[in-house]
């Protein structure tokens, strides 16, 4: 009797980006494609690995997907080395890092897709390939294996469609902004933005190899087969549609956890430390939140300002103020006497589950270096913000809360931050009265997400699905 041939499972093969902002939306892509049905390689590099499981487990003997694989997901995790020995210090050598993510990384991804593409149980499944946006190998590797590739963007449409048309702003000699202050009306699905709200890697023309990352990754994106943003559509409508023009765009967002403050998954690189017991001494909607993200580095006189002006304020606040957030030995960046001015006003942490203290009713306002996912589980939990965003995407994030939403106001007019400014906007945002018309419109973007997760983001996931298939199907009787 002839056998049947069963049908090949589609195999997504998820190789992670190396920084915390990317890691988190990405580990939640997968396991939502998993909880579709779908097979997936997780596979993060092996110095990552090492920092989520050292943190989390103190131990880096663990599969930190086994839990999820326990409650009937097909994910299957391993590791990839970039090359570098794990104690290298990846960020103080950041130039020869990226040059070798750059150059010698695909080489890798290379050799690792081939072994996976060529192993015994390949015959039952059909690869795919899915990236990070700002990953520069995805190209290379589809082409040589003929695989369907998809590019995950982990930032908003607004901010994805300037990169995307980063040949035009050139042309117009508005790249790079160089302090000029313009609004650009040209765009595809932009109505209007000021170069001001610019990422900080379109702002000046100093040229260093992350600007050459960033911007070889958007001449490659434009040939993934499909690109999936985690952004809501009815937030961002005409730049996501307009970006569809183009190539097959879906915003799928907020791409989070099942269990919105539980994640089974560890994708923390630092410990978290719980402060719930704290927040429960708290009345509702009376906490400051304060936290400047995991990446960038800020002048400590912002620090100093920012503290004065907490204590100015005279409202509660949870501060998350990671090690390294001024120089790489900041241990101490606030004193003693100062700690002990804080009393019962505030709490700080070097880090935090952030979904969980946002949901926390105690919470009741978010100032934010403006992260892309800080700002997704912010309205998620109706929380409106105050805005100092730092570096690249950050900057036209701002723009998006304040000038387009209107769920959250600047921390500073200027350039420079003083204590009495900080103070006087906490109290705008904590109090009632001026920030009535703040919580008003964050309760109605907050509904349009919300409305969202079963409705637009659930149709275009599963309208990727029936595409992704079809490519696949495609693909393998080319
Ligand atoms: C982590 O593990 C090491 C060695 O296994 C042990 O000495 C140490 O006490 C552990 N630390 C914590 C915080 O559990
Ligand atoms: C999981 O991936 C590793 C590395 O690619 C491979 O050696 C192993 O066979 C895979 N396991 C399963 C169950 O597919
Ligand atoms: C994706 O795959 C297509 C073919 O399906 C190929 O032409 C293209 O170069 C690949 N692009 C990227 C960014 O991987
Ligand atoms: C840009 O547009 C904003 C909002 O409409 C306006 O307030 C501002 O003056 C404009 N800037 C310039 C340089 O034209």
Same mark, same amino acid.
């Given at each position: 009797m002839a056998e049947i041939e069963s049908p090949r499972k589609p195999h997504a093969i998820m190789i992670s980006f190396h920084l915390q902002g990317h890691i988190i939306p990405f580990v939640n892509?997968?396991?939502k494609l998993a909880s579709k049905g779908f #097979? &997936? #390689?997780f596979v993060h590099n092996e110095f990552i690995h090492h920092q989520i499981s050292k943190s989390q487990y103190n131990s880096t003997q663990v599969d930190i997907f086994s839990e999820a694989r326990n409650s009937g997901l097909d994910i299957n995790y391993t590791t990839i080395s970039d090359g570098f020995p794990l104690e290298f210090d990846r /960020? /103080? +050598?950041l130039n020869q890092f990226a040059e070798s993510f750059l150059i010698d990384f695909p080489t890798r991804v290379d050799e690792f897709v081939g072994k996976i593409l060529h192993s015994q149980s390949s015959s039952s499944y059909n690869y795919f390939l899915i990236a990070d946006t700002l990953c520069v190998w995805p190209a290379k590797i589809a082409k %040589?294996? +003929?695989?369907? +590739?998809v590019s995950f963007w982990t930032e908003p449409a607004l901010v994805f469609s300037l990169y995307y048309h980063l040949d035009l702003l050139r042309k117009n000699g508005h790249v790079p902004a160089n302090g000029l202050e313009? +609004? &650009?009306t040209y765009i595809p699905g932009i109505q209007s933005i000021s170069t001001k709200d610019f990422m900080s890697y379109l702002q000046g023309s100093e040229s260093t190899i992350i600007h050459t990352i960033m911007f070889a990754a958007f001449e490659e994106v434009k040939n993934a087969d499909f690109i999936l943003c985690n952004t809501v559509q009815e937030l961002e409508a005409e730049a996501v549609s307009a970006l569809n023009e183009n190539q097959p765009f879906y915003a799928v967002g907020p791409v989070f956890p099942t269990d919105f403050s539980e994640s089974t998954v560890a994708r923390s690189l630092l410990p978290e430390s719980d402060s719930t017991e704290w927040l429960k001494t708290k009345s509702p909607g009376s906490v400051l939140y304060v936290s400047f993200g995991s990446l960038a580095k800020i002048d400590e006189h912002v620090i100093l300002e920012v503290a004065e002006g907490l204590l100015l304020s005279e409202v509660n606040f949870l501060w998350v103020l990671r090690p390294g957030t001024v120089s790489c030995d900041d241990d101490e960046i606030l004193t003693v006497g100062y700690k002990n001015r804080i009393k019962d006003q505030g709490l700080i942490v070097p880090w935090c589950k952030q979904n969980l203290v946002l949901s926390n009713p105690a919470i009741g306002g978010f100032l934010t270096h403006c992260g892309w996912n800080s700002i997704l589980e912010s309205i998620w939990c109706g929380v409106p913000? &105050?805005?100092y965003p730092l570096f690249t995407d950050q900057i036209t994030n701002r723009k998006l809360v304040v000038d387009d939403w209107k769920i959250g106001i600047n921390l500073c007019g200027g350039i420079s931050v003083s204590r009495e400014e900080v103070a006087e906007k906490i109290k705008i945002l904590? /109090? /009632?009265g001026k920030s009535d018309g703040l919580k008003e419109e964050m309760k109605s973007v907050r509904n349009m997400m919300q409305n969202a997760l079963d409705g637009s983001s659930e149709r275009n996931f599963d309208q990727f699905l029936k595409d992704l298939k079809a490519k696949i199907?495609? %693909? #393998? %009787?080319?």
């Open positions: 892509l997968a396991i #097979t &997936i #390689t /960020g /103080g +050598n %040589k294996y +003929n695989i369907v +590739n313009e +609004n &650009i913000m &105050i805005c904590m /109090g /009632g199907l495609s %693909k #393998t %009787k080319d």
